[in-house]
């Protein structure tokens, strides 16, 4: 049926309708899809963004490790230096002490030495005692050379020993 008046027909009104209607849904499906994609563009940048936030914090703490691990080795050399030191302090009093004499053996010895001592001051003071009342022989010089012969060679003796002891 014919419409008869100055508009368009029925059909023509309803291709019109619908054809307005599918490019209404053609653009809100276009703006729905550029919405979709600005929403998942921003998901993935907040997503890149978070993992660029946690990649930073494990860099950050790997790098802590690695300065952590570092001061560690750093001390543990420092103390391992210091004991092999403190071990080589310990031998040398060690060595030093056993070569040291006791004090009852340097007492002795101390004692040894005094009566050699005594001993030649006596020999001497005898010697000089028969010089004054007789004439010196030849055999006083030799027996008077004998004697401080036998108090150096004991004071040598004596100073040989304590020095091999002390080393």
């Known amino acids: 049926m014919p419409v008869t008046g100055d508009g368009p027909s029925l059909e023509q ?3 019109t309708r619908l054809n307005l209607l599918n490019e209404v849904i053609v653009k809100v499906e276009a703006s729905f899809d550029r919405r979709f994609g600005a929403m998942e563009e921003a998901n993935t940048l907040v997503a890149k963004g978070v993992d660029e936030r946690f990649a930073h914090h494990q860099q950050l703490s790997q790098t802590l490790q690695q300065s952590a691990q570092l001061a560690i080795d750093k001390a543990e050399r420092a103390q391992s230096a210091h004991n092999v030191a403190a071990n080589e302090w310990r031998g040398t009093l060690n060595d030093f002490k056993s070569t040291l004499v006791s004090r009852a053996e340097f007492d002795r010895l101390s004692s040894d030495f005094a009566a050699y001592k005594l001993e030649a001051a006596r020999l001497f003071s ?5 010089k004054t009342g007789s004439r010196e022989t030849k055999d006083d010089s030799k027996s008077m050379l004998a004697i401080v012969i036998a108090v150096a060679t004991a004071a040598v003796t004596l100073i040989t020993f304590a020095l091999t002891h002390l080393k």
């Not at 005898?126 to 028969?130: L, R």
Request: negative net charge.
């Open 13 to 15: 009104y309803i291709e």
């Open 126 to 130: 005898a010697a000089a005692g028969e």
